[in-house]
């Protein structure tokens, strides 16, 4: 029996065109956001993020790709534990599943624990791009060692640090900083993107990537339902630049994080679904 199967119940409504025998990538809802340690919500984010996507335009101007053409698969939402690891370990699975496919897959949230299990099932040769305003390098919170807040320190337990390029970072304990320099983790702050994010000599070592992206890596201004809210961010547009600039890279996978829909005016959910737009396009050119 598949994962998809075992794990997931069918809520999917992206809007669905072109040939569905041949998907130009997948996408998949965790509503999970048990951990959250501010402001809960994000569960709703899948069913509010998918409704942006069919409201807005899916033309990439940016790429010169037209999504309207193509085949979108929606799997629908993960039947979520209510345990952060057992929940963990279905994306986990999924996604083992998904990568052997080989069509680009997006995982919604809910919160950023979920992405411990898609980063742990990439292979060696992918390397992991995390955009988020905070450093999630905590030892433990609240005397959880397994939150939103420590899923990127677990993944450091067992994981390379080099695989990993932090961007948009601008709020962590003075422990966090600390053990980032200690690890010589590639971090470049909020101020740095994108130009030096751009420049990086990581994107020389990997080709193919998978990005994480904690939404509230911009600026609340543009951004401001998320889970924990942190000013001084990175603005939509230089996301873009900086997207475009990464044309020849391969974009296996990514996950849109954090949205958190009862404290949003709509353009949270609207800035990810536009994401996941542009996110999709760069992998047709
Ligand atoms: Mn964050």
Known sequence: MSYKT???????????????????GKVFGVPFDLTSSYRAGSKFAPQAIRSAFNNIEIFSKVFNIDLEEVY?????DVTISHDARTTADRVFSLWKEFLEEKVPTCMLGGEHSISYGSISALPE??????????????????GSNFTHATYFRRLLDKMDHNRFLHLGSRAACKQEWAFAKSKGLNVLEAD??????????????????YFSIDMDVFDPAYAPGVGNPEPAG???????????????SDLVG????????????????????????????????
Do not use: W
């Not at 999917?12 to 569905?20: L, R, S, T, V």
């Open 6 to 24: 075992l794990f997931l119940q069918n809520t999917g409504k992206i809007i669905e065109m072109g040939d569905p025998k041949k998907p130009i």
């Open 192 to 209: 740095r993107f994108p130009q030096d994010a751009c420049k990086a000599y990581f994107f020389n070592e990997h080709k193919k990537l």
């Open 72 to 76: 979108i698969e929606d799997l629908g």
């Open 125 to 142: 040769d992918v390397g992991v791009v995390i955009f988020d305003a905070h450093l999630d390098l905590r030892d433990e919170l609240d």
């Open 234 to 248: 990175i603005s939509p547009k230089d996301f873009l630049v900086f997207l475009k600039k990464l044309r020849q």
């Open 254 to 285: 990514f996950d849109i994080v954090e949205v958190c829909p009862p404290y949003d005016n709509g353009n949270t959910s609207v800035l990810a679904a536009k994401l996941m737009m542009e996110l999709f396009c760069s992998t047709l050119v």
